[in-house]
């Protein structure tokens, strides 16, 4: 989920938690419970840092290890025992329970956009992304949003909280429907699917479409139901060659093949370097595929320079790989 909807989410949950007879009896911890919900309802997310550092960083740990069962635990201890600090009267438990409710709220919501995390880390490394609910859908900020006003005009966070998190249950299974009839529609279509990577965008009727086959990759479109093929790749391995295998060993080339599920390669061999691009099929946009990782290699197969990320245009790329020139 995207910034805004995790803190309208926090606030959420501080609302439900006055149906904690010590929450509600307690203004206190009612107080240190909604700062905590709300910090921990974001607190995986700090991970963002790691952009500061490089692209490779941030795609290789983002919704990472911060995202994982011991980082939940973490994550509650460190924030409740924040607040407890300021807050010291109150009861711990209650504090620390809410706190790790948010936190946890945080990370399962996640894995249920295209982007994913590794929530089961480290006792599984895998991507975990089921990709039937927006990074950023407007329904549920909208509902959260609703309900902190009803809040604020005097209705009883209890119930309203509870309604708007059942409605939101609801909202889920309905997308979760709604993506495995789409993912029916395409293993009737082709005879030999070994996998249908859907990501959902913000407008509910429209998907974007990665389906793997046996020997084809597939980009398509879903609007109202109607399934449009974008573009067709043929599915060919990664070559073992010493080309490819100095590319392998580029951080950002790294960074890229342990976060993207589908994707295709370039070479492009000039008279003083090789460019080998990695692109991303999940995230076709007005014909392009933003996401890539591309290196350079010189005739001794020494990497020039690479870059991993999102690039809208062929010559915000290249401005990307300048060193090379």
Do not use: C
Request: avoid cysteine; charge should be negative; aromatic fraction near 16%.
């Amino acid at each position: 989920m995207d910034t805004a909807t995790h803190i309208t989410m926090g606030v959420a949950v501080g609302g439900l938690a006055t149906i904690d007879p010590a929450v509600q009896q307690d203004p206190a911890l009612f107080q240190a419970v909604l700062i905590g919900a709300i910090v921990g309802s974001h607190a995986p997310d700090f991970d963002t840092l790691f952009k500061l550092k490089d692209n490779a960083t941030y795609i290789r740990h983002h919704r990472g290890t911060s995202h994982s069962p011991i980082a939940v635990l973490l994550w509650s201890f460190l924030v409740s025992g924040a607040i407890y600090l300021f807050y010291h009267d109150v009861s711990y438990l209650h504090l620390w329970l809410w706190v790790l409710f948010a936190v946890f709220l945080h990370v399962f919501v996640d894995i249920f956009n295209a982007y994913g995390t590794q929530a089961l880390k480290p006792f599984v490394n895998n991507w975990i992304a089921f990709g039937f609910i927006s990074t950023f859908d407007p329904l549920i900020f909208i509902l959260y949003v609703a309900g902190i006003l009803a809040w604020l005009l005097g209705a009883d966070p209890r119930y309203t909280f509870g309604i708007v998190f059942f409605i939101v249950f609801l909202y889920y299974i309905k997308r979760y429907l709604d993506k495995r009839e789409i993912v029916k529609l395409m293993t009737e279509h082709f005879d030999d699917v070994e996998k249908v990577i859907t990501q959902p965008t913000i407008r509910h009727n429209i998907w974007r479409l990665a389906i793997i086959t046996k020997h084809h990759l597939y980009v398509a479109r879903s609007e109202n139901g109607h399934i449009e093929i974008k573009d067709e790749f043929e599915r060919k391995p990664l070559p073992d060659t010493t080309e490819m295998n100095a590319a392998l060993q580029d951080a950002n080339v790294k960074a890229f093949i342990s976060f993207s599920p589908v994707y295709r390669y370039e070479i492009d061999r000039y008279d003083d370097y090789t460019e080998i691009r990695f692109i991303d099929l999940r995230y076709r946009a007005k014909d392009r595929y933003p996401f890539v990782a591309v290196v350079t290699l010189d005739k001794f197969y020494n990497i020039i320079t690479s870059y991993t990320g999102w690039v809208y245009s062929e010559d915000k790329l290249q401005k990307k790989l300048e060193p090379l020139t």
